[in-house]
């Protein structure tokens, strides 16, 4: 496109265009493309000035819809938010009973190994004791006693007789012998 010239033979309308184009352009005015009406004179833009056709009550319930609007919103974000901290409380409540029940769990095993020592040891303790009984001879503690040491039976009479508790509990492992 070379040429920029848009004459068409036959058209008086484009050669006018572009003689008011030509003369348009020396004198740097706006111009109108593909028109032959007089150029347009550029005027000032103007502040946007605004021209209401609403009346008051129109206004009042406009504002009042914003109002409205804005009012649901902010009770949408106050539900959204506690919501979140509910959900937030819940998991935090969960991962406390997750850990409690844990810590459970680990006492009743500590507890359950605790009774087995003990019953353990009360086992070793009854076999320990039982065969410290079978080792003293009550004959020979007798004769040592009475020969080597000089003790007497006690005489009848002298013994002193005392009422138990029930409270009180003896364990016997082995028969008293009778005195001779």
């Not at 959204?80 to 509910?86: E, Y």
Request: proline residues 3%; glycine residues 4%; hydrophobic residues 35%.
């Amino acid at each position: 496109m070379a040429d920029r010239r848009r004459y068409t033979e036959g058209s008086s309308a484009r050669q006018l265009n572009e003689a008011n184009r030509a003369r348009h352009r020396a004198e740097g005015e706006r111009y109108m493309s593909s028109s032959a009406a007089p150029a347009m004179v550029p005027q000032p833009r103007r502040k946007h000035q605004k021209t209401s056709h609403l009346t008051e009550e129109n206004r009042r319930n406009i504002a009042a819809r914003k109002a409205e609007k804005k009012a649901v919103t902010n009770a949408q974000i106050r539900y959204t938010a506690g919501m979140v901290v509910a959900i937030v409380i819940a998991v935090a409540l969960c991962c406390y009973l997750l850990k409690l029940i844990s810590d459970v769990r680990v006492a009743k095993n500590t507890v359950a190994d605790l009774k087995e020592q003990v019953a353990t040891q009360l086992d070793e303790n009854t076999g320990y004791s039982a065969g410290l009984d079978s080792m003293v001879d009550l004959n020979n503690i007798y004769d040592i006693a009475t020969q080597k040491l000089g003790m007497v039976y006690s005489q009848p009479g002298q013994t002193l007789y005392y009422s138990q508790n029930s409270d009180d509990y003896v364990i016997q492992y082995k028969d008293v012998p009778e005195a001779k």
